[in-house]
């Protein structure tokens, strides 16, 4: 049985489409809600915190304390590795497969981090401190594209010198992900997860500012 095919075994059985409530300081409740099990085959031992939400690993971004127009701004999340093995290197790849939306994602895929030479010991702690090839893009998804999939990878680097080419260093779009592994001849993570969010103001609960847009001036591309 391959390794897809246990991980979806798993997500049947923890009933991985539960929705989990959590109480905030000001009294107000969100809810978080985990992914479907079709998507939930993707968590593989790998944890995502970003400021106010913590592990975010297998769930969508909540729709309350515009959490999901937050995200578009926030530095890097701490990604942590717990079973990585103290004495090896890794590497930690983000991409967005579904731009510009998973109906019709003609963008596959989108680099938004690509950090090599990790040590597993830093990996095991969340620390992302090694060579990186592209520099953290947050997320962006563009608006009426409906929910993207943010998906993080882990694999091994057994001491390979790993890099981009100049092409693909033009763009962060329409990335040949397999073509670039096979190169390094990477084969299955090592560890992995994923989230999903939608552009905040595709939100039912959305509600434009009055007197013009909230928009940031340095607004970051949208992916």
Same mark, same amino acid.
């Given at each position: 049985?391959g390794? $897809?095919?246990k991980?979806a $075994?798993a997500a049947?059985?923890?009933?991985?489409?539960?929705v989990?409530?959590?109480?905030?300081?000001?009294?107000d409740?969100?809810m978080?809600?985990?992914?479907s !099990? $079709?998507?939930a085959?993707?968590?593989k031992g790998?944890?995502?915190? %970003?400021?106010e939400?913590?592990n975010?690993g297998?769930?969508f971004? *909540? /729709?309350?304390n515009? %959490?999901?127009q937050?995200?578009t701004h926030? /530095?890097?999340?701490?990604?942590?590795?717990?079973?990585a093995l103290?004495?090896?290197t890794?590497?930690l790849?983000?991409?967005d *497969? !579904?731009a510009p939306?998973?109906?019709s994602?003609?963008?596959q895929?989108?680099?938004h981090w690509?950090?090599t030479?990790?040590k597993g010991? !830093?990996?095991?702690k &969340?620390k992302?401190? &090694?060579q990186e090839l592209?520099?953290y893009?947050p997320?962006?998804?563009?608006?009426?594209s409906g929910f993207?999939r943010?998906?993080?990878?882990? %694999?091994?680097?057994e001491g390979?010198?790993i +890099?981009?080419?100049?092409k693909?260093?033009?763009?962060? &779009?329409?990335?040949?992900?397999?073509?670039f592994?096979?190169?390094?001849h990477l +084969?299955?993570?090592?560890? +992995?997860?994923q989230?999903m969010t939608?552009?905040y103001q595709d939100?039912?609960? %959305?509600?434009p500012?009055?007197? &013009? +847009?909230?928009?940031? $001036?340095?607004k *970051?591309k949208?992916?």
């Open positions: 049985m390794w $897809t095919m991980l $075994t049947l059985f923890l009933g991985l489409t539960m989990v409530p959590r109480h905030e300081e000001d009294g409740m969100c978080y809600e985990a992914l !099990d $079709t998507d085959v993707l968590c790998l944890e995502v915190f %970003y400021p939400l913590g975010i297998c769930m971004v *909540p /729709d309350c515009n %959490y999901r937050k995200i926030w /530095d890097e999340p701490i990604v942590k590795f717990p079973g103290e004495g090896a890794y590497i790849v983000m991409v *497969p !579904d939306s998973r109906s994602p003609k963008a895929f989108w680099r690509l950090v030479d990790i010991v !830093d990996m095991k &969340g992302i401190r &090694g592209s520099a893009q997320p962006s998804p563009p608006a009426q993207h943010y998906q993080f990878f882990v %694999y091994l680097q390979q010198n +890099s981009l080419h100049s693909e260093n033009k763009t962060r &779009g329409n990335w040949k992900m397999d073509k592994l096979n190169r390094f +084969s299955e993570p090592e560890a +992995s997860t989230f939608e552009n939100s039912p609960n %959305y509600q500012p009055a007197g &013009g +847009s909230s928009e940031p $001036t340095d *970051p949208q992916s």
